[in-house]
T-cell receptor, first 115, second 107 residues
Framework: ETGVTQSPTHLIKTRGQQVTLRCSSQSGHNTVSWYQQALGQGPQFIFQYYREEENGRGNFPPRFSGLQFPNYSSELNVNALELDDSALYLC??????????????FGPGTRLTVL | EDQVTQSPEALRLQEGESSSLNCSYTVSGLRGLFWYRQDPGKGPEFLFTLYSAGEEKEKERLKATLTKKESFLHITAPKPEDSATYLCAVGRRALTFGSGTRLQVQP
């Protein structure tokens, strides 16, 4: 069973730039969520994708957007980067049915630094 | 709005010294309480899901319990490799996390 993978591992950008982060869900999982984790804090929910559509969003501005592809992989796009966007970005996947459908499994994350 | 508070923020134990971590939560309807372990610079690793008061789950030296207002993660005879941040979360589609408890187990 393949776990959740994310790329790249680390990324350095400057303020105002745009960034795309990628995630491959765990095999058998069709739902992907993205979280932002600032240093010393718990992860914060950004949004969730199911059947290639966003079906839940946290308190993040529209410059945070995403995509989900037919193979259930996903992208997180952030436009007009700000210094406060520096964080660990986590992708989590889960199945939409079965006894453990609520359990989300996380990838290793992408560390984004905005200078 | 769901809220999760974890205590203590940090905990230092000697190897073999058992203790408990606390997670207090406020939700409109509990759809699951989740415990994760996170090592520095890595993604959270799933440990347990609890759904109803009185439920308990165990894994090696860890046992999670749930009441209507809080959950405890009991660590029995911890080892240095148990050192990590332990995160508690509630929710279903969108998880709401606490800030975690940083556990350090010294040999």
């Amino acid at each position: 069973e393949t776990g959740v993978t994310q790329s790249p591992t680390h990324l350095i950008k400057t303020r105002g730039q745009q960034v795309t982060l990628r995630c491959s869900s765990q095999s058998g999982h069709n739902t992907v969520s993205w979280y932002q984790q600032a240093l010393g804090q718990g992860p914060q929910f950004i949004f969730q994708y199911y059947r290639e559509e966003e079906n839940g969003r946290g308190n993040f501005p529209p410059r945070f957007s995403g995509l989900q592809f037919p193979n259930y992989s996903s992208e997180l796009n952030v436009n007009a980067l700000e210094l406060d966007d520096s964080a660990l970005y986590l992708c989590a996947s889960r199945s939409s049915g079965g006894a453990s459908y609520n359990e989300q499994f996380f990838g290793p994350g992408t560390r984004l630094t905005v200078l | 709005e769901d809220q999760v508070t974890q205590s203590p923020e940090a905990l230092r134990l000697q190897e073999g010294e058992s203790s408990s971590l606390n997670c207090s939560y406020t939700v409109s309807g509990l759809r699951g309480l989740f415990w994760y372990r996170q090592d520095p610079g890595k993604g959270p690793e799933f440990l347990f899901t609890l759904y109803s008061a009185g439920e308990e789950k165990e894994k090696e030296r860890l046992k999670a319990t749930l009441t209507k207002k809080e959950s405890f993660l009991h660590i029995t005879a911890p080892k240095p490799e148990d050192s990590a941040t332990y995160l508690c979360a509630v929710g279903r589609r969108a998880l709401t996390f606490g800030s975690g408890t940083r556990l350090q187990v010294q040999p």
